[in-house]
């Protein structure tokens, strides 16, 4: 086999043999094909796409270049999540231990934040002693203990993607769909699921913002996780406002321990529960009431549990940032616009987020909001607050929400789930 030759060939329109697919992703995860060969294959698949069974043969080769995990010692169902990324979207937080408090086991394996997204691994780090690194063996016992686990991947789990994402990020290639659902639902796959949610954002703040590529996307990654096995559900979700309250690490742990406690934003307990009734029903449990198990405070104790199990103090005080700054409302009337991309960047620019991979970040900065968009607001009443612990960061901050929000006399409906998604 040449790397050439399969260059060349999608390079001029045509279907990769599986072959030839088995063969470039091995070769290339260990090293025989070089990055500026694999760089042309991505290019020439981010012009050309791929077929169904192209993609299936890819998704599968990332899969199988580490281990797909086997869950089934737990003796309980396992269902689990994955959210193309969004600004304020802690949803992940308060789902988890919910799922779990309604007995089925929750195996999230998660990120960090990039860019104006933030990460789930980056907010839970801002609970005192929590950490995100856990063995094979305490994983898999704190799934069959607690029912729930959020934590880091490890080298084993398709360490392809691993590779084929970093080449992306300097190649231009990452915003291919073909190259984003394999590179998903490869790491999704693997991590051995009965079931699995998907929600595909879209609006100013997530990756796709066109609604049509949302739900393309949506449609070829419910696809591919349905091929492999694994009962997979897609919700596409609105993301041109930010969800919640708040956008940061600290900030968005508090607001999903409110919604743990039974208050918290309505949209983030609608989300929530939108998402844990597709995760109950993939695996055959739609009789659980997951608003029901939320009010009895049961997954309240999963999330204390799930935290404490991984060295968090869910009673320590989380940490306050050192400066904040209060943008008021611009005028009266009802907010009809507050844009997640801009709210992101800011909260980015105070710290929050990191631009490189390995760029350390502030637990404490972030952007609160005191009111969302539909609801009425006062001329000059504080409408966001800024946190930072370096007050020189608050220009750029307040610079990136120029234009960010917009007071109307209209009404806005806002569905927060736009479509449901199956195979
Ligand atoms: N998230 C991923 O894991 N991969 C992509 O390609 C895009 C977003």
Request: glycine share 12%; charged share 25%.
């Given at each position: 086999m040449d790397a050439i030759d399969v260059i060349r060939a999608?390079?001029?329109?045509?279907?990769?043999?599986?072959?030839?697919?088995?063969?470039?992703?091995?070769?290339?995860?260990d090293g025989r094909v070089p990055d500026e060969q694999m760089s042309a294959l991505l290019m020439a698949v981010f012009f050309r796409g791929m077929d169904g069974d192209e993609l299936a043969v890819w998704t599968q080769s990332m899969i199988d270049s580490g281990v797909r995990k086997d869950?089934?010692?737990?003796?309980?169902?396992?269902?689990?999540?994955?959210?193309?990324?969004?600004?304020?979207?802690k949803i992940t937080l308060p789902l988890a231990p919910l799922v779990a408090a309604c007995g089925v086991a929750v195996p999230q394996l998660s990120g960090?934040?990039?860019?104006?997204?933030?990460?789930?691994?980056?907010?839970?780090?801002?609970i005192p002693g929590w950490r995100a690194s856990l063995t094979d063996a305490e994983y898999i016992g704190q799934l069959r203990d607690v029912g729930a686990v959020i934590c880091a991947a490890g080298n084993d789990l398709a360490p392809a993607d691993k590779l084929l994402y970093a080449l992306r990020d300097v190649t231009g290639t990452v915003e291919s769909i073909?190259?984003?659902?394999s590179s998903i639902m490869s790491k999704k796959i693997a991590e051995g699921a009965d079931a699995l949610?998907?929600?595909?954002?879209?609006?100013?703040?997530?990756?796709?913002?066109?609604?049509?590529?949302?739900?393309?996307?949506?449609?070829?990654?419910?696809?591919?996780?349905?091929?492999?096995?694994?009962?997979?559900?897609a919700l596409v979700t609105a993301m041109d406002r930010p969800l919640g309250r708040?956008?940061?690490?600290?900030?968005?742990?508090?607001?999903?321990?409110?919604?743990?406690?039974?208050?918290?934003?309505?949209?983030?307990?609608?989300?929530?529960?939108?998402?844990?009734?597709e995760m109950l029903a993939g695996v055959g449990r739609s009789d659980v009431d997951p608003a029901e198990v939320l009010a009895s405070g049961r997954a309240m104790d999963a999330w204390r549990a799930m935290i404490a199990a991984q060295g968090?103090?869910?009673?320590?005080?989380?940490?306050?940032?050192?400066?904040?700054h209060v943008v008021t409302a611009p005028a009266t009337g009802t907010l009809t616009r507050l844009d997640a991309y801009a709210v992101g960047v800011a909260a980015w620019r105070l710290g929050a987020g990191r631009a490189?991979?390995?760029?350390?970040?502030?637990?404490?900065?972030?952007?609160?909001?005191?009111a969302g968009v539909g609801e009425q607001v006062t001329a000059g009443q504080p409408l966001l607050e800024l946190h930072t612990d370096d007050a020189a960061r608050l220009p750029r901050a307040l610079e990136a929400l120029e234009g960010a929000v917009g007071v109307d006399t209209d009404d806005v409906l806002l569905p927060l789930v736009l479509e449901r998604i199956t195979a």
């Open positions: 999608k390079r001029d329109g045509d279907r990769l043999s599986a072959e030839q697919i088995r063969w470039v992703i091995a070769a290339y995860t869950l089934s010692s737990l003796g309980r169902p396992t269902a689990d999540k994955h959210s193309t990324g969004g600004v304020g979207d960090r934040g990039l860019g104006h997204t933030g990460g789930t691994l980056d907010k839970l780090e801002a073909p190259l984003i659902a949610v998907l929600d595909v954002k879209t609006g100013s703040g997530a990756f796709m913002r066109d609604t049509d590529d949302a739900r393309t996307l949506a449609r070829t990654m419910v696809g591919l996780g349905t091929a492999a096995g694994v009962r997979t559900v708040a956008a940061g690490n600290a900030v968005e742990v508090a607001e999903s321990v409110e919604v743990l406690a039974g208050g918290g934003p309505a949209d983030v307990v609608e989300l929530t529960l939108a998402l844990a009734r968090g103090d869910p009673d320590a005080a989380l940490p306050q940032p050192r400066e904040r490189r991979k390995e760029d350390p970040v502030s637990a404490s900065a972030g952007v609160v909001w005191h």
